[in-house]
């Protein structure tokens, strides 16, 4: 106590910033020096010194099964973790990316989906298996790459449980973690993918990973496009994941599409600046939402009506002992049929 109290008054002397407290982000590329597809290529150039800044800034790049640990407590939360995620299997994924990777001796994961492998343009089962016998970890992305949220629940357990035993008989061992195709999640492929055994499954929302991340919808942070500078790679590792404890209304599909109220209560509210909470909804932009500090909630009263499929609600709050903006992101979908779906869920998750 009385030596943290002294190590606190000599950081206010000597002016040095409280250390931020330790999170991991998950960065989320796509395909590389792909010109053609300016919004989710990465040059191999900007991504070699992306790379080479991890290395030089004391950054801990860990592997899939890392941040396992990490998130099971078997492990504690690197300062500066990071782990190295690629979608979808594009041959300029391992001609371009992978050599980088070895060269800087990082481990990553590739998201694959079964379909894919082999096509034209696609990785091949025999580079995903050197890629395996050289630290890489080959994770699963469904079959085929469908919306999964428009699916009945037959079809998605073929895209979840099918692609994973295609990928297990291909490797020749088990494979734990899994991406949703184009981020997008409700309750009920939450639920299908649990049931097929995924560990961890990743989403796009942006963010980071903290104690209290929830396994199923992991935030990854998007390094995409042309447009991709230095400074947004750093202020997206730099960004804490913000702690929501009640979320209004709750991840995943909406009762309809009229919200009466965005809110949600924030855990920890003191440690934010009371007037830097920002919320945004991404079909409307940011909201005009309130922050009470007596009970740490912050909430828009609407009604707001929302016409696409899938909205996300992200809310940010700036950190009073680094300036930094912390950030929570989630998916709402609005209600749908699906043909031949034999099954309801009700709220509480139970078929
Ligand atoms: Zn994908």
């Known amino acids: 106590m009385g030596v943290l109290f002294l190590a606190g008054i000599a950081c206010l002397i000597l002016g040095l910033a409280a250390p931020a407290s330790a999170h991991i982000t998950v960065l989320l590329y796509h395909r590389f ?4 597809y300016p919004t989710t290529t990465t040059s191999s150039a900007q991504f070699e010194q992306q790379l080479s800044y991890l290395k030089l800034n004391g950054y801990t790049v860990m592997s899939m099964d890392q941040l396992a640990e990490s998130l099971g407590g078997r492990r504690s939360i690197p300062e500066k973790g990071v782990v190295i995620t690629i979608d979808d299997g594009f041959i300029s994924e391992y ?5 980088l990777l070895k060269k ?5 994961t590739l998201f694959v989906f079964t379909r894919g492998v082999g096509a034209e343009g696609y990785v091949t089962w025999q580079q995903l298996r050197e890629l395996e016998s050289r630290g890489a970890t080959v994770g699963c992305h469904t079959d085929t790459h469908p919306r999964l949220i428009n699916m009945a629940v037959k079809d998605m357990a ?4 099918g692609s994973k035993q295609i990928l297990e008989k291909n490797l020749g061992h088990p494979v734990h973690y899994f991406a949703y195709p184009f981020g997008q999640y409700d309750e009920r492929v939450r639920l299908v993918a649990k049931k097929a055994g995924f560990r961890l499954m990743m989403s796009s929302d ?3 990973v903290g104690p209290g991340t929830e396994v199923d919808r992991i935030p990854r942070q998007a390094i995409v496009g042309a447009e991709m500078s230095m400074k947004d790679f750093i202020r997206k590792l730099e960004t804490p994941p913000l702690a929501v404890t009640r979320r209004t209304p709750p991840c995943g599909t909406l009762p309809s599409s009229t919200i009466h109220e965005v809110s949600v209560t924030i855990k920890e509210p003191g440690l ?5 909470f920002s919320m945004f909804l991404s079909e409307k932009g940011r909201l005009d939402a309130r922050f009470d500090r007596m009970n740490g909630v912050l909430s828009f009263k609407g009604p707001v009506h929302v016409t696409r499929k899938t909205n996300r609600i ?3 709050a700036r950190r009073k002992s680094d300036g930094l903006f912390a950030l929570d992101a989630y998916l709402i ?6 043909e031949g779906m034999k099954y309801t869920m009700r709220r509480d998750g139970r078929w």
């Open 33 to 36: 020096d792909e010109d053609r």
């Open 95 to 99: 001609d371009r990316a992978v050599p």
């Open 104 to 108: 800087y001796g990082c481990p990553f």
């Open 158 to 161: 073929r895209e979840t449980v």
């Open 206 to 208: 942006p963010g980071s």
């Open 272 to 276: 934010y600046d009371p007037s830097q």
């Open 314 to 316: 992200i809310v940010s």
């Open 333 to 338: 979908v609005l209600p749908g049929t699906w």
